[in-house]
Every structure is written in C-alpha cells, then in structure tokens.
C-alpha cells in the first residue's frame, strides 16, 4: 500500500518534468484555421491595396517628366573606390545611369 502511494506521487512528480508528447501551442493560438483566415485577409485588404497604391505612384511619377538633376559636388567622402568593381571598367557600378549617377570625377555628359 505504501508502495503505491509512493508510486504514485513519484509519477505525478516526475510527470510535470517530462517533455510532453504532441505539439505545444502558445496560448494565442486558435488552430491553423484561423491562422489561414487572418494571412489571407491581410493579403487582400493590406498587400494587394499597398501594390496597387505604390504602382500608383509610380506611374504619375514616370507622367511628370524628366527632372533636373543635382549639381555635382566632388566631396572626398563620396564615391570612393577602394577597389575596382568586377564588371564592365570597374568604376561604373551595376545600375549605372550615366545621367543621374555621377562617378568619382563627375557626370559622363559633361
């Protein structure tokens, strides 16, 4: 009788210390379910607005034309080069637009 007792208050000890079977779940969760309901509304309601807004935005941006671009200024801080880049004459960079992006002794055009 003793035994069985203690049996079983070894158990229920031992039994809070044990890693438990199955997949623990935060208390904020509602089940997969919800989980896929709430992505989805985000994507229609935030996602797909934000795109359409943005896209927006660009095109009335490309409609205005071109604009002027900033006086080149040869600060020594600006535009070092410590190593030539791996393509092309090595001063240009990947994406570069001869008519907004000046290099280190000025604009191309000029």
Known sequence: MVAAVCASRLSGLLGWALPRVGRPKSSGSHGEEVSARTWKALTY?????????????????????????AEFVADPHLRIRTKPFPWGDGNHTLFHNPHTNPLPTGYEDE
């Open 45 to 69: 309601f935030v996602a797909l607005p934000g795109v359409a807004v943005s896209m927006f935005t660009a095109f009335l941006t490309s409609r205005r034309g071109e604009q002027e671009r």
